[in-house]
């Protein structure tokens, strides 16, 4: 996992004086350069790379032996793009992206927003791991929702689709109410700044013309922050990837295949392999 | 009523708490505070030279200070006379200190402003006892809420604080009576949640009950 991709920062953020981060337990210097090159490196002095995109500056302590994924609903201009902020959050940054990736919890923790009872059921769907992408992919999802997103009025049955790109960063698409046929683009960019905590960054790439921009950021921080109090109540606090100390149901088959594809490519910060 | 709001700001649900329990209607107009600092713009400032969150304008009154927020909205909840009086004015006063604190650590523990958790979380946790000895205290007179009979603008004030301390690494498991008080709270006809302060499902009867009490 070293030698992944990693969100360290919001490009608007970004100014001449360093700022110091965390990432991965080791500490990470980042600045925009007098001739404007965004830059990352230790405190020793040693350069990190670095990609510029989504809003977020990325950086990694190892070396990438691939550009960062491709998201190309970012290229298409009609979107509106809204980059959050930070979320911190005491927990595994993989749990994290397991959250995300949920949907059951949605009438409990997201009440009367993204799910309420008594349309608690999570319908059969489809999760595969797509061995040419090397990708986590989850389609076919549907659930009922009483407020969708800012711009839905009233309640409906939502489609989903989930993808997991790298360890810790997760992209959906659902229904965009003002657009039926088009999918609106929701990521969350996480920063594992130790197996137990982690920075998360949520941006949105949406169809929406008309709700303020405040108001778009506030629902993903509403939603966010719902979420925060769960993940960091969470036992164990590491990630279990074996069988045997959690008992999967059938709403759970993006976890399920999350956590295998992990453990097929040996990324363990924040994991814990044996049932303890 | 126009309340410029941010929706994670303890200050700012206290507005919306109180407008809500006392059926009073709120425009809100969201601020994007973080991360990109509106609350500081020009715009901003001219309406708020503190530059701080909530701003209430209703006609003419703009109102920057969420306690003065409070009285404005809060009328038959400013305690029965004058020692009740001057005894919310104390709360209010308590609340800003829990701001201080407890507020502090949550800023710093969730969104990574810069400061000193450990001090943040002392200072917390020192509010957080003084209100439970003053909340078991009005136990033993039979009291329910911090000041007379019934609710007032000092527990709207303290409440949002003490439910958020949590966000900041503070727990409220030693605090017994600071744990009912909070049900007391969230069980006042209009209650509305806020990201991190939950409504009472635990009070909501289960499905087997239910059946029992038809």
């Known amino acids: 996992m070293k030698d992944q991709w990693y969100p360290v920062a919001m490009l608007s953020e970004l100014g001449r004086d360093p700022v110091e981060t965390i990432l991965m337990d080791a500490p990470v210097r980042v600045w925009r350069d007098a001739d404007g090159t965004a830059c990352a490196a230790t405190p020793e002095g040693r350069k990190l790379p670095v990609t510029e995109a989504y809003h977020h500056l990325w950086t990694s302590p190892g070396a990438p032996d691939r550009p960062l994924f491709d998201i190309p609903e970012a290229r298409q201009p009609d979107r509106r793009f809204v980059p959050c902020g930070r979320v911190r959050v005491a ?18 923790v997201h009440t009367d927003i993204l799910g309420a009872e008594p349309h608690t059921e999570v319908a059969r769907y489809k999760a595969e791991v797509r061995e040419d992408d090397d990708e986590v992919w989850a389609t076919k999802v549907e659930f009922y929702q009483p407020q969708a997103a800012k711009s839905a009025s009233g309640g409906v ?12 960063s997760s992209v959906l698409y659902k229904t965009s109410p003002p657009r039926p046929g088009e999918w609106d683009v929701i990521a969350i960019f996480v920063q594992p700044v130790t197996e137990t905590r982690c920075d998360v960054w949520p941006w949105m790439a949406l169809f929406d013309e008309t709700t303020p921009q405040a108001d778009l950021v506030a629902f993903q921080q509403m ?24 008992t999967p149901t059938r709403a759970d088959m993006t976890s399920i295949a999350y956590r295998r594809w992990l453990k097929s490519h040996g990324y363990t910060y924040g994991a814990q392999l044996v049932a303890a | 009523m126009i309340l410029h709001d941010w929706v994670l700001s303890p200050n700012c649900y206290k507005v919306r708490l109180m407008a809500a329990l006392s059926g009073q209607d709120l425009t809100l107009r969201a601020v994007n505070l973080y991360p990109e600092r509106e609350h500081l713009s020009d715009e901003y400032l001219a309406l708020n030279p503190a530059g701080t969150l909530p701003i209430l304008e209703d006609g003419d009154l703009v109102l920057g200070e969420s306690a003065a927020i409070l ?12 020692a009740e009086a001057a005894r919310v004015q104390a709360w209010l006063s308590f609340a800003e200190r829990l701001n201080a604190t407890a507020g502090r650590a949550r800023n710093i523990d969730m969104l990574g402003v810069p400061g000193s958790l450990s001090e943040a ?7 957080l006892r003084e209100l439970e000895l003053a909340l078991s205290d009005r136990r033993m007179e039979g009291g329910t809420f911090l000041v007379g009979d019934g609710p007032t603008i000092a527990d709207i004030a303290c409440f949002p604080h003490v439910m958020l301390a949590p966000d900041g690494g503070l727990t409220l498991a030693p605090y017994p009576s600071i744990r009912l008080w909070t049900r007391a709270v969230r069980a006042l006809p209009g209650f509305v949640e ?12 289960e499905p087997e009950m239910e059946t029992e009490l038809r």
Not at chain 1, 100 to 108: M, S, T, W
Not at chain 1, 223 to 246: C, K, T, Y
């Open chain 1, 157 to 168: 049955t939502t489609q989903y689709m989930y993808r997991v790109p790298a360890p810790t």
């Open chain 2, 121 to 127: 979380q002392k200072g917390g946790r020192a509010c």
């Open chain 2, 194 to 205: 806020m990201p991190g302060i939950h409504r009472l499902h635990e009070l909501s009867p």
């Open chain 2, 71 to 82: 009285a404005w909205l809060g009328e038959g909840w400013l305690g029965q006379g004058k």
């Open chain 1, 91 to 108: 927990c595994s940054p993989l749990r994290a992206v397991e959250n995300f990736l949920d949907i059951a919890h949605f009438p409990f």
């Open chain 1, 223 to 246: 939603i966010f922050v719902q979420d925060r109090s769960i993940l960091e109540n969470q036992v164990p606090a590491l990630l279990p990837l074996d069988p045997g100390l959690e």
